[in-house]
């Protein structure tokens, strides 16, 4: 995994063109039978889950309340760990990883989108962005130069110096992004990030990710309720009692 995130060099290591359809040999993601009994739990939150997500894919995750959408998104990200089965990424087992290349794993290769945002509220939007990248050696000029850029690449470099309160929810939203592209992120793992925002908002916000996807090759697992929001991934899969059914299209 790689220790330059941040530099441009890191960023053109990592963009690619639009990738075919997911194959077998070019999994970015790829979970084996993966089950998830929560502690507390009396049905499996996720039960015998086997998905590939292709390299450069945009994936759209859809079920009814409480078929494990999020619990899926979260061993994706290993927010939370898998009871049964293995989650391997670029061909390695996330298992295997020591705890210091999970963190690695989780804080340089994805970028998490999140319904409701998680900003922090004392912090203005370009510090927000920065906020990931406390962990890299980034000079803090450079910190902030790039936070910048990011805020530009989401539309909302004229809102650097605002705090959360000032934004409305869309462009809160927004910020979430640059703040999850801030280490150039292979994958981004959304989870309803379009749950909390009015049909405008929302199509902006897919306009955003489909930049991303189409022009710098990040693979997107986005957690949708919205089926016309979810028809614009390549792919979409449907999860039910903790089970990914059939897919029923791909373009
Ligand atoms: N921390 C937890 N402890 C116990 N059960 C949980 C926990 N989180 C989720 N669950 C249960 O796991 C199932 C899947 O939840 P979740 O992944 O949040 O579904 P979704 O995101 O599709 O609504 C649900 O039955 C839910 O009640
Ligand atoms: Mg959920």
Do not use: C, W
């Not at 995750?61 to 939370?80: A, F, I, Q």
């Not at 004229?158 to 809160?172: N, Y």
């Not at 199509?203 to 697992?221: K, P, S």
């Amino acid at each position: 995994m790689n220790s330059q995130s941040g530099s441009l060099s890191s960023e053109s290591r990592k963009s690619r063109p639009l990738s075919s359809p997911a194959s077998a040999t070019d999994a970015l993601l790829r979970t084996d039978r993966v089950g998830k009994l929560y502690p507390d739990g009396q049905v499996h939150a996720l039960s015998e889950v086997s998905l590939e997500v292709g390299r450069g894919e945009h994936l759209a995750v859809m079920g009814p309340s409480g078929s494990g959408k999020s619990t899926l998104l979260n061993v994706l990200g290993t927010l939370d760990r898998p009871t049964e089965g293995e989650i391997y990424f670029q061909g390695r087992p996330l298992s295997a990883l020591s705890s210091r290349n999970l963190d690695r794993y989780r804080s340089q290769e994805l970028g998490f989108v999140f319904q409701s945002f998680h900003l922090l509220p004392a912090l203005t939007a370009l510090e927000n962005v920065q906020i990931p990248m406390f962990e890299t050696p980034l000079a803090p000029r450079d910190r902030a130069r790039k936070a910048r850029r990011l805020l530009e690449v989401v539309g909302m470099g004229h809102r650097a110096s605002h705090q959360p309160k000032q934004l409305s929810v869309g462009e809160r939203q927004r910020v979430a992004i640059a703040r999850a592209l801030a280490n150039d992120p292979l994958v981004i793992l959304a989870d309803e990030p379009t749950g909390n925002l009015d049909s405008v908002s929302a199509a902006a916000i897919m306009e955003i990710f489909d930049q991303l996807h189409g022009q710098r090759g990040v693979t997107i697992v986005m957690v949708t309720h919205d089926a016309d929001l979810a028809r614009r991934a390549q792919r979409i899969v449907r999860m039910q009692d903790g089970r990914v059914l059939e897919p029923t299209r791909s373009r």
